[in-house]
């Protein structure tokens, strides 16, 4: 099973910021859509971001301005640069990558937490 690989997790304070990261094995071919999404606890998994081939992006509202994200094709890595964080930014955050084929991956989640 394809594995995306993810790294930047971690504890963080309110207002302060992390970047993610997710590479993307060379295994898959031509990737189409890249995105971060996010699970609380207690609450269902939710879009962050995602970004297409052609660099459109779209951010969920509780985000807007807060966070970026971006994408190298050449290493197949996707970005999530996040900014004055918040109490409630604190979730399970994961990687997933479209193919031109329509096969999905994830990656295995990493957690952020934002507390004092």
């Known amino acids: 099973q394809v594995q995306l690989v993810e790294s930047g997790g971690g504890l963080v304070q309110p207002g302060g910021s992390l970047g993610l990261s997710c590479a993307a094995p060379?295994?898959?071919?031509?990737?189409?859509?890249m995105a971060w999404h996010r699970q609380a606890p207690g609450k269902g998994r939710e879009l962050v971001a995602l970004?297409?081939?052609?660099?459109?992006?779209r951010y969920a509202d509780s985000v807007k301005g807060r966070f970026t994200i971006s994408r190298d094709n050449a290493k197949k890595t996707v970005y999530l640069q996040m900014n004055s964080l918040k109490p409630e930014d604190t979730a399970v955050y994961y990687c997933?990558?479209?193919?031109?084929?329509?096969?999905?991956?994830w990656g295995q989640g990493t957690q952020v937490t934002v507390s004092l």
């Open positions: 970004i297409s081939g052609d660099g459109y992006t």
């Open positions: 060379r295994s898959i071919g031509s990737i189409n859509v």
């Open positions: 997933h990558i479209s193919d031109w084929g329509a096969r999905n991956y």
